[in-house]
């Protein structure tokens, strides 16, 4: 009386390919003589073996239905690799790893690309639109992607019959094993390209220079990158293409200095005006503004102007622009100004004026004497 390989494994006879592994692996960590090597049971592994031999494999398992007997009686008693076609599933049943079975596709993802842009700190700081090139690879237009010169086509490969990979049966201490390597003479694809488009020597992509439109966010800085999906290189086969990086690079600016989102700059003012107070015209990026400079700035002060800076990148709202004060000394004088600074020394008392110093410091003589008198 034929096996039921269906029952051998519990599986209803319209069962998918997928129940029938599923119930296949299940048994067979129940089953397998490494976790019980009782003879019953080793017996029992035998015929789950020998059934979803069968039953995994399209021509076995018609032939099977329409009531032959696909295993020649080779399945029956064979031993424990009697017969034995799929070592793999035994391995993925106890380690979790599956082969790649079938052939693989030729169109595969192309690889993401990266350019750098200049812009200059007001494009940095209100945002842009920039027209770019890039140099990527695209689709083939002579084969359209295929690989093929025009009018052929890709053929079946006649090793491997279109699976894309080779079975090689050896004998092991398991038995009878069969493995599988990917097909030499396709490289596992299944398929060969007898004449290759001449355009692309049958990578399906060329390159080519494009233009494209990029928006610049206001708030970027040194370093942010801006992403263009599927703007990157085209895959093998005429695949998807990856995306575009585009890297934002400040070109400095002649005077202002860039610090997170606020701006520093430098004015330089006389000593008068310094005491007496004064406006200094300045072009922010915002346009021409007065900076107010209070009576007794001194130099190394700042004149903060808000909302003057970078707009933030995240977030309403701008930076700050940071006016540092530099107080110029004159370094000649003509007659009459040197008197006019005599009079005004003598009015104010700072004929001699005596160094200022901290409370509790020493001069410089003083601590040289210290020193010499061992204090």
Not at 79 to 89: L, V
Not at 246 to 261: A, M
Request: aromatic share 6%.
């Amino acid at each position: 009386m034929a096996t039921d390989y269906y029952a051998v494994l519990g599986v209803q006879r319209d069962a998918s390919q997928d129940e029938i592994k599923k119930a296949f692996r299940r048994l067979a960590r129940e089953l397998h003589p490494d976790v019980n090597p009782d003879p019953k049971t080793q017996e029992r592994f035998k015929e789950i073996n020998t059934a979803y031999e069968v039953l995994s494999d399209p021509q076995k398992k018609q032939m099977y239905d329409l009531g032959g007997d696909p295993m020649g009686g080779a399945g029956r008693g064979g031993g424990f690799g009697g017969g034995f076609g799929n070592f793999s599933d035994i391995m993925d049943a106890f380690f979790g790893t599956a082969s790649q079975r079938g052939p693989r596709s030729r169109t595969r993802r192309g690889q993401d690309a990266m350019i750098r842009l200049d812009i200059e700190l007001n494009e940095a700081a209100f945002g842009t639109t920039k027209d770019i090139q890039v140099d990527t690879a695209v689709v083939c237009t002579t084969c359209s992607g295929e690989g093929a010169a025009p009018g052929t086509s890709a053929q079946t490969c006649d090793m491997c019959r279109g699976r894309g990979e080779v079975s090689q049966v050896t004998r092991s201490f398991l038995g009878q094993v069969m493995t599988s390597r990917p097909c030499p003479q396709c490289q596992g694809f299944g398929t060969v390209v007898p004449t290759p488009c001449p355009e692309c020597a049958g990578d399906g992509r060329v390159r080519s220079r494009r233009n494209l439109t990029v928006k610049i966010p206001a708030g970027v800085d040194n370093g942010t990158r801006i992403q263009l999906a599927g703007e990157g290189e085209v895959g093998p086969g005429g695949g998807p293409a990856g995306d575009l990086y585009v890297e934002i690079h400040e070109v400095p600016h002649p005077v202002f200095q860039r610090r997170g989102d606020d701006l520093h700059c430098t004015v330089t003012i006389p000593m008068t005006a310094a005491a007496l107070g004064t406006k200094v015209p300045l072009e922010t990026l915002d346009g021409l503004e007065e900076v107010d400079i209070r009576p007794g700035t001194q130099s190394g002060q700042s004149v903060p102007l808000h909302q003057r800076g970078v707009t933030h990148l995240r977030g309403g709202g701008r930076g700050d622009l940071v006016v540092h004060v530099e107080v110029q000394t004159p370094s000649k004088l003509d007659p009459e100004q040197e008197e006019l600074l005599r009079r005004l020394a003598k009015l104010r008392g700072e004929e001699r004026p005596l160094g200022q110093f901290q409370p509790g410091q020493q001069g410089l003589f003083s601590r040289l004497k210290d020193a010499f008198n061992g204090r």
